[in-house]
């Protein structure tokens, strides 16, 4: 059973940053893949950023890239998300999500939910103009 617990969200000014940090119990030496998703109010769930577990290869969505970093630390089992330049549009609530090894890939750069066996709670982001 893989747990995933986000932290680090919170309510900032436009232009300000912001560092996401994804838990993850569980899968030990079985993670493919980590990603981040986000849903504003009102708005399906989309992708971010995802990042391939054993070379560190990263994916971004258009709308953050550049602007977003996707990091992880493979001792500690944590996965990351540094947000610079933030803009009210980044407001919603993020997600941290886990594909195990030997899964199928169903999206380049593991963009689409049906990536993803396990998912975290998520935690609120929200940037005031």
């Known amino acids: 059973q893989v747990r995933l617990v986000e932290s680090g969200g919170g309510l900032v000014q436009t232009g300000a940053s912001l560092r996401l940090s994804c838990a993850r119990s569980?899968?030990?030496?079985?993670?493919?893949?980590m990603g981040w998703f986000r849903q504003a109010p009102s708005k399906a769930r989309e992708f971010v950023a995802s990042i391939r577990w054993g070379d560190g290869t990263p994916y971004y969505s258009d709308s953050v890239k550049e602007r977003f970093i996707i990091s992880r630390d493979a001792a500690d089992s944590k996965l990351y998300l540094q947000m610079n330049s933030l803009k009210a549009d980044d407001t919603a609530i993020y997600y941290c999500?886990?594909?195990?090894?030997?899964?199928?890939?169903?999206?380049?750069?593991?963009?689409?939910?049906?990536?993803?066996?396990?998912w975290g709670r998520g935690t609120q982001v929200t940037v005031s103009a």
């Open positions: 569980g899968g030990f030496d079985s993670t493919y893949a």
């Open positions: 999500a886990w594909k195990r090894k030997f899964t199928p890939i169903r999206s380049s750069g593991y963009r689409s939910e049906s990536d993803y066996g396990s």
